[in-house]
């Protein structure tokens, strides 16, 4: 009885003290994880979907990748960067620098994509630049708003060539990508799969 009435008698002198005590700590722990704590189970999963032609007038066709965020979060300030070029199959260019590809329609190399929103990015334009038909020059150009006339930093030689791409986000999530690609000079190909079918592979890192 007396360990009863002691317990009972320490309830009710320090009971409020001990509950503002633990109410106070509980206030501390939401401020400093509470948005850690909400977040957790909610992240964006960026994928690419497909590789699509787009004809936008008889000299210029828009390869685009098709990208969705099938997580259940926004995926902020996503970009996309070129950051190394193969020529003939496996000869890596030694004059590039990474450079930073366009989302379509935004003119802009940095977006969010929100959850199950699919979005496109231009990967390659198909630029052909002769005065009529008989006078045919085709060129193939990554889809940046930098370099654009710069032969080592945008566009692709004639052969084989793989691209490898990276996709960065704001959360420190990334994404590698590489597109096997195959310019004769006026057509571009899958150099990996024949048909309409585009090949590439990839692996998620994480920084």
Not at 15 to 24: E, K, N, Q, V
Not at 37 to 50: A, F, N, Q, S, T
Not at 116 to 127: A, G, K, P, R, S
Request: aromatic share 12%; proline share 2%.
């Amino acid at each position: 009885m007396d360990i009863v009435s002691n317990i009972t008698d320490f309830l009710v002198r320090y009971g409020a003290l001990i509950g503002t005590i633990i109410a106070s700590l509980t206030a501390l722990v939401i401020a400093i994880w509470g948005r850690g704590l909400k977040r957790l189970g909610y992240k964006p999963k960026i994928e690419i979907v497909d590789l699509i032609q787009n004809n936008q007038n008889p000299s210029l066709d828009l390869w685009r990748l098709v990208i969705k965020n099938s997580g259940n979060d926004t995926a902020k300030k996503v970009q996309v960067d070129i950051v190394e070029v193969f020529d003939d199959g496996n000869k890596v260019r030694k004059n590039f620098l990474p450079i930073p590809l366009r989302w379509t329609h935004l003119d802009t190399e940095s977006r969010e994509i929100l959850p199950n929103q699919t979005v496109y990015l231009d990967l390659f334009e198909h630029i052909n630049r002769g005065k009529d038909i008989t006078n045919l020059q085709f060129f193939l150009r990554f889809g940046s708003r930098y370099a654009q006339e710069i032969k080592d930093f945008c566009f692709l030689e004639e052969g084989d060539s793989k691209i490898n791409l990276k996709i960065f986000q704001e959360s420190g999530d990334s994404l590698e990508i590489t597109i096997y690609a195959k310019w004769d000079g006026q057509h571009i190909f899958d150099s990996r799969v024949k048909g309409r079918k585009w090949f590439w592979e990839k692996a998620e890192k994480k920084n």
